[in-house]
Structure formats: structure tokens, C-alpha cells
């Protein structure tokens, strides 16, 4: 099962995970990405579904979005400009970008995830991109200089799946692109860490430190179909909402050299066994994640969060509920029947678009 970004709506793939397993059909291994990872990981770190939904409603959860912070950079009109320069530039990542310095807000420094209570009941996958340039480089023009190298955060096993295998984004379809032409991957990071890597989304987190080097996280790759296919005999995949083409399209385009939408059609078309449409779900969860506040007056770009923990606690089990009952209506097609699309709405604000 791919679990490809979520933002902090990542409360949906508990409660898909929920309803494939009380079907009968839970995956082995998910291959998740960005918001997807911290679902995926709590998934991994309690093995019954109810312990997971109880973890989504926890005060540990509560107080880390609580803990989240606007950073210095978080000015509101400097940010208008840059998103303004990125959707004026066509080209595909020009030059190196400041993934250091140039983000918005602070992630806390322990995630919420609960400490592991038995044995695992899935294996788990976690995409990030390595970092091939260092703070000397920011700013330099990049030609045809690969920046990221795509990494897979995986057990022994998937690893030898994976060996050989080219990275997704090297066919000449996808144009001249700021990632390398080889697939790595770590067997020696454990789920918690590779999670908190895969979080590391441009322009609202600064890149991961870990180990060493510097990673992107997995936003480099929401979609890694091709992975899913080598990794799995079938394949569970979202149908997803477009990406709005005012701050997300350019944000891929300026920093990954990537068209956004283009990949989205071709993971949305590509075959899966399995669909859950996800499409409308910043309709229908507008309200229940973290909102970005704009003060005018104050210069300022804050995260609201929900003003209680009784709110908090509705909003995460509105997630879990929305996974769940868009898994059941999965279990109830045909098999690799296409889903209907919904009404997705194509104009979200960033935070929820970019899919951290």
C-alpha cells in the first residue's frame, strides 16, 4: 500500500488501514512519503488498529502539532514574493535552492510516535532524497547537475527487491530534473528516524540532518509507483486531488525540477490493483488540519491550531473516519475498477497542496 503524502490530514491512512484489515486484506509492506510516514509508522509501532486510532486522538499527538512554530523566515509578504518569482519562472530548478535557511516553520525535535508494543504487523518503506550539494553550493546555477539523489528507508528484504532498479524519475519523460539517475537505499535506519526524514518538505521544513548529510524529504517522490510494483505482487494506491498550480506546481518545479501534476496524472493512471479516491478530501476535511494564518498587519505567517483538545480530538477522528469509509467503498468495486472523481477542490492552500 502506497501512503504518498497526506499533509496533516495523515490521520486518513489509519483508517484506511483499519478497513483493509478488518476485510481481510491489510497490506505487507507500505511504502509511504511525507505525512504518509508518520501514519505509516504508527501504523508499524502498534500493530492493532484500535491502539492506532487511540494514538491519533492522544496528548502526545496534541502537543506535538501544539509545539509546531512559524520561524524567522515566515514573513508573509517575503514569502508572497518568492512564491511570486517561482511561478513566474518556467525553468526547471535553475539553481541550487537554500534548503537550510529558506523554510517556514520549526518541526519539534521528537515526532509523536509511540513506542513500539509488539510485534510488527507490517513491513515498512519509507521514501527521502539524499542531498548531493552542501550550504557552499546554494545559489549556484544548475545546468544539468543532479541535487537529490532518491532514497529508500527499508528492510534487508526490500532492498534486494529494489537492487538494480533505476529511480522513477530517470526516464527522458520527465525531462531535465534536478534528481540523480540511481536508487538508494538504508537498511540501517530505524522507521522513527527514516519518518522524520521523509517529513523534511521544501519551503515550509528545513532539509533533515541525520547521520551526516542532508535530506529532502519525501516529497521528492509522493508517488512511487514504480517502486510499489517492484516491492508488491498488488498494489493499493490513493486516487488523489490535483495539485494547485498557484504555490505547489511551482514549488516542485523551481526546487525538484519537476512537473507536479504530470507525475500525479501518470500515478493516477498507472495501474493498481486497488483504489481508494481520495480526491475531494480538502473538501471535505477543509477544517480538520492545521491552518496557516496570514496577519496582514504583523508581517507574519502562523500555524492555527485547533483552539482545543476536545476540537483536536474531533478533527483527527474525522480523518480516520473519511479513511475508512473511502477504504470500504475500495473493497467494494471491482477489482482495478477506476473510481468516480469527486469534486476535488484544485485551489488548497499550500500547506495541505504540497502535501508535507
Known amino acids: 500500500m502506497v501512503m504518498g503524502g497526506g499533509g496533516f490530514r495523515f490521520g486518513i491512512y489509519i483508517g484506511m488501514y483499519a478497513a483493509l484489515k478488518e476485510a481481510g486484506q491489510a497490506p505487507d509492506v507500505l511504502l509511504a512519503s511525507c505525512g504518509g510516514a508518520i501514519a505509516a509508522t504508527i501504523i508499524h509501532n502498534l500493530p492493532e488498529p484500535d491502539a492506532q486510532r487511540a494514538w491519533l486522538t492522544s496528548e ?108 522513477p524519475l530517470s526516464a527522458p519523460r520527465w525531462g531535465n530534473h534536478a534528481i540523480a539517475n540511481q536508487l538508494l537505499t538504508d537498511t540501517g535506519t530505524n522507521v522513527n528516524d527514516a519518518a522524520r526524514i521523509s517529513i523534511a518538505d521544501m519551503v515550509y521544513f528545513r532539509s533533515a540532518q541525520y547521520r551526516g548529510d542532508e535530506y529532502i524529504g519525501g516529497v521528492l517522490d509522493l508517488f512511487p509507483v514504480e517502486i510499489a510494483r517492484r516491492l508488491g505482487d498488488e498494489v493499493i494506491m490513493e486516487f488523489k486531488e490535483a495539485f494547485d498550480q498557484v504555490f505547489s506546481i511551482p514549488a516542485w518545479r523551481a526546487v ?101
Open 60 to 167: 502526545d499527538m496534541y502537543s506535538f502539532w501544539c509545539s509546531l512554530r512559524a520561524t524567522e523566515h515566515a514573513a508573509l509578504y517575503g514569502t508572497l514574493l518568492r512564491a511570486a518569482k517561482r511561478k513566474l519562472s518556467s525553468a526547471p530548478a535553475p539553481v541550487v535552492p537554500d534548503l537550510f535557511n529558506d523554510y517556514l516553520f520549526e518541526i519539534p525535535p521528537q515526532l509523536p510516535f509511540p513506542p513500539a508494543s509488539g510485534t510488527p504487523a507490517v513491513e515498512v518503506a519509507i521514501i527521502g532524497g539524499k542531498l548531493l550539494f552542501g550550504p557552499q553550493d546554494v545559489g549556484q546555477r544548475r545546468g544539468q547537475r543532479k541535487l537529490y539523489a532518491e532514497t529508500v528507508f527499508c528492510s534487508e528484504r526490500a532492498a534486494a527487491a529494489l537492487r538494480d532498479m533505476e529511480p
Open 256 to 356: 525538484l525540477g519537476v512537473d507536479g501534476n504530470a507525475r500525479l496524472r501518470y500515478a493516477n493512471s498507472h495501474l493498481a490493483d486497488m483504489r481508494i479516491d481520495s480526491s475531494d478530501v480538502s473538501v471535505v476535511l477543509e477544517k480538520q488540519q492545521l491552518q496557516q494564518k496570514l496577519h496582514w498587519l504583523r508581517n507574519r505567517i502562523e500555524l492555527q491550531m485547533p483552539p482545543s483538545y476536545d476540537i483536536f480530538v474531533q478533527h483527527m477522528r474525522d480523518q480516520w473516519q473519511y479513511g475508512y469509509e473511502r477504504a470500504r467503498e475500495a473493497l467494494a468495486r471491482p477489482p482495478r475498477q477506476q473510481p468516480p472523481i469527486r469534486c476535488a477542490n484544485r485551489h488548497s492552500k499550500p500547506l495541505s497542496s504540497i502535501e508535507p
